[in-house]
């Protein structure tokens, strides 16, 4: 099973639709979340962290579900510059590296 | 953020060929940088870890022999790629943690063998 699994879509949404996609981790010990977006060809740039309790950045609300092991993330109000790929990724617990998912792509519609 | 450079952004050689990527940190000394691949529709797999001053550390499955990575000051890691094949092929990014939790990443380096 891979450490970090996400489902890789493609999301097709229409501009001001919400979209939401989850991910899945295997090691119960990972101790922190990130999401980080991903343009055609170019390299990741951190989109949020993912907090305990939830946490919101402007349009993008990110979840996490301990016992469940899994996080989310969701965009309000889709604009199309908000499509590209969105990568979830672990710290691993034991040596403190990143694991990254395969990501999740959405591509938003005029 | 932090500013992670890397050079070249793409490179198309002959199988056989050596092939050096270069890193640096602009703004902040890295002691440690990471080395990524990525093929396409798939995941950042972690290549190795450069440590400055000392051996890097591979992750299972990289050939250290193949890519030889040096981290020569708290700025710089190299990855050189030896005697590059047609499966080598692939994006190559580095990143620098300026000691937070958040890695900052270079543009990448899109390697082609021919």
Redesign the interface.
């Known amino acids: 099973r891979k450490e970090?699994e996400q489902d890789?879509g493609p999301f097709n949404v229409p501009e001001g639709a919400t979209v939401a996609f989850n991910c899945t981790y295997s090691n119960s010990a990972s101790q922190?979340f990130f999401w980080y977006r991903q343009d055609c060809?170019?390299?990741?740039?951190?989109l949020m962290?993912v907090y305990s309790s939830g946490n919101e950045d402007g349009r993008f609300t990110a979840q996490l579900n301990r016992a469940s092991q899994y996080i989310s993330l969701l965009i309000r109000d889709s604009k199309l510059s908000d499509s590209a790929t969105y990568?979830c990724v672990v710290?691993r617990s034991d040596d403190y590296?990143?694991?990254?998912?395969?990501?999740t792509t959405v591509t938003v519609r005029a | 953020g932090a500013v992670v450079s890397q050079h070249p952004s793409r490179v198309i050689c002959k199988s056989g060929t050596s092939v050096k990527i270069e890193c640096r940190s602009l703004d902040f000394q890295a002691t440690t940088m990471f080395w990524y691949r990525q093929f396409p529709k798939q995941s950042l797999m972690l290549m190795a870890t450069s440590n400055e001053g000392s051996k890097a550390t591979y992750e299972q499955g990289v050939e250290k022999d193949k890519f030889l990575i040096n981290h020569a000051s708290l700025t710089l890691s190299t990855l050189t790629v030896t005697s590059a094949h047609p499966e080598d092929s692939s994006f190559y990014i580095c990143s620098a943690r300026p000691g937070s939790d958040e890695q900052f990443f270079g543009p990448g380096t899109r390697l082609t063998v021919l």
């Open positions: 970090v890789p922190s060809r170019k390299e990741p740039k951190l962290s990568l710290i590296k990143l694991s990254f998912g395969a990501g």
